[in-house]
């Protein structure tokens, strides 16, 4: 299993690029299922998410070819109505597939995901939001499975207890396009990989409006293929920002698109870094006058990303004053904080609030790499940290950051991958 070994203390300078935006990706390949003729994706980022979606998607009939960073996905011969435990265990999203399935196929058997180490995930939401719009949903032997569907357009909510979710929203809006009338979602998610989706199912010929939480469907006979490029990657870009701040660097961030990331910028200018929107990207410089304490509730979009709640946590390990993160959207996702405090953060945690004292230096150790962002983490503590860190099982890293340590070792950072 491969490892990276950083050495830290280097101000990080230089220019990163953003890959396209993986959280975005996902859904429109699986949306693409529901066209009637050839799909090309642009700026598709290589990740190991995005080969196991490739995978599910021959699975169900799809062809797909990649060249570079395009995607060809023709889904003509979509006709596979099962996803099966081991495709689905192994990627959250790939219960993307159930939405085109019961629109398409009119029927559908897709397995449950099961935990995960953030904490419980669970698709209630997904579930509603297909009864609501008339599917009979059962849920057997680990098994979500929908048969001859008789779809009606409704209007309903689809917030949960910890808001609007971003899955359901997109299952259900896959999962209406083809009802003939309107159907109205209430309480749905606006993040902007949901938004992409939106952008891409019109760009197909489906009729949907967004207005504020509120999403109209009006149904359409069938989609087109199109050509679609993807937006860029906030949680990278934001990853990259912070990779700024806690080496006390100056990284244009090239790509990134600044009005998907407000609050996140507005946090990070608070603790001292400055952030100058320049063409065609952002310029962060550390200040070192300014820096300070902050608190942070990570919520649904525009708030706080719960994706880039790990990260924060190591550059407020290093930022002076006592800082507080509570996670509202995942109570669970704190895995990384034991792994920093072995570095030397001072963390204490209380129900889902963090309380992070700011300490002049963290040391280098060996760590182990529990999830995609807590992995972000300990790489971003490492590159700041005095000595050498080993960051084991970065597997995790690879489901998601394009050529980390690659883009970083472009900036300066000492780090390397061993096998
Ligand atoms: C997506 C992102 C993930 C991000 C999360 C929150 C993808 C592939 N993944 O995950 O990186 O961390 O949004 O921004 O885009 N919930 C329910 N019932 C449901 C579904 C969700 O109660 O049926 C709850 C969840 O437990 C969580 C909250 O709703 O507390 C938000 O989850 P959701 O937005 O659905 O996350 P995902 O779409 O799984």
Redesign the pocket.
Known sequence: MDQFIVEGGVPLRGVVPISGA??AT??IMAASLLANSPVTLRNVPALMDIDSMMRMLHHVGADVVRDKDSLVIDPTRFNVAEAPYDLVRKM??SFYVLGPMVAKLKKAKVSLPGGCVI??????????GLEALGAKVKVEGGYVIVDKPKLKPAIFSLE?????????T?NTLMAAVFIEGRAVIHGA?K?P?VMALVDFLNEMGAKIEVQDSTITIEGVKELHGTEHTIIPDR?EAGTYMVAAAITRGDLTIKGCHLPHMEVVVSKLREIGLEVEPVVGGARCRFANSRQSAINIRTL??PGF???LQAQFSSLLALTKGESTITET??PERFMHVAELSRMGAEISLYRATATICGVDKLQGAPVMATDLRASAALVLAALAAEGKTEILRVYHIDRGYERLEKKLEAVGARIRRVG
């Open positions: 993986k959280n996902l859904p959250r999203a904490g419980r995930r669970p698709v209630d939401l997904h579930i509603k949960g207890p910890s808001g609007s979710s971003v899955g359901a997109c998610a993040e990989e949680i649904p979009y990303p719960t994706d959207i995942y």
